[in-house]
């Protein structure tokens, strides 16, 4: 939903989870996470944790989106696979500051559904991290894509 009421974390899982589901801390969001069968050291991208991409329709790690620099504030942890996510349909439309890519390498765009310029695609390939967004990127992602 648009409202976050509160919460610091959403995970959206189409391929497990009907509707986004949201926490107040990573740890409740990474305990979900492993709730739900997926490979729970996957959870930190950071770590690179030697996750690798499940075939089908999920990755075996999220994309995060954190809406502070360095990996602060509230964040948008995605893992569906082959469509484009629309941000604002999670209140997180151009609030992208800071991102970590899981097993699966993402798309980042001005507009929705992929529209308008595209954030440079051989910086988010899978495990990378930037802990700010290159210039004239901060706050302006208003749509994801995970391959």
Not at 12 to 30: H, M, N, Q, R, W
Not at 106 to 126: I, R, S
């Amino acid at each position: 939903s648009a409202s976050w009421e509160g919460a610091q974390v959403c995970l959206v899982a189409p391929a497990v989870l009907d509707t986004a589901e949201c926490y107040g801390t990573e740890s409740e969001a990474a305990e979900r996470f492993t709730a739900l069968g997926l490979d729970a050291g996957s959870a930190a991208a950071i770590d690179g944790g030697g996750a690798v991409a499940l075939a089908g329709s999920y990755c075996s790690s999220y994309l995060k989106l954190y809406d502070g620099t360095w990996y602060s504030g509230q964040s948008l942890w995605l893992s569906g696979r082959w469509s484009w996510y629309n941000l604002s349909a999670y209140g997180f439309d151009q609030k992208t500051s800071s991102f970590q890519v899981g097993a699966c390498a993402a798309y980042f765009a001005d507009f929705v559904d992929g529209g308008g310029a595209w954030y440079p695609t051989n910086l988010t390939q899978a495990y990378d991290v930037g802990p700010a967004m290159n210039t004239g990127w901060n706050n302006d992602v208003s749509s994801v894509y995970l391959t």
